[in-house]
């Protein structure tokens, strides 16, 4: 499965800081309709993420219902793009 999304790099701050994109609602039912099949436990779906001309591997975490993407500090230097960026994802998904 290949989708490509937009949305802005937003902060969480917990216990370690993460940087993340939501994944837009029809795009997260897609993805809920094969997570059975690809998840490795918790509701985690094994993802390639692309953002400009950089790729790496993660998994898309389930929240409020959709997924949310990592959006790794390695890709963010590599890209230059930060939160509150509005940034175009490729997600790759084998199912």
């Known amino acids: 499965m290949r989708l490509r999304i937009e949305g802005a790099i937003w902060f969480w701050r917990g216990p370690a800081p993460f940087h993340f994109v939501t994944v837009p ?9 094969v ?4 998840t490795y436990g918790w509701g985690m779906i ?8 950089t790729s790496v591997t993660t998994a898309l975490w389930p929240k409020d219902g959709g997924y949310i993407v990592p959006i790794k ?9 930060g939160v509150d960026d509005v940034v175009e994802i ?6």
């Open 73 to 81: 500090k390695a890709l963010q230097d590599r890209e230059g793009v």
């Open 25 to 33: 609602p029809v795009e997260s039912e897609m993805i809920r309709e």
């Open 46 to 53: 094994p993802a390639s993420v692309t953002i400009g001309s």
């Open 35 to 38: 997570a059975s099949v690809v």
């Open 90 to 95: 490729v997600l790759e998904i084998d199912a």
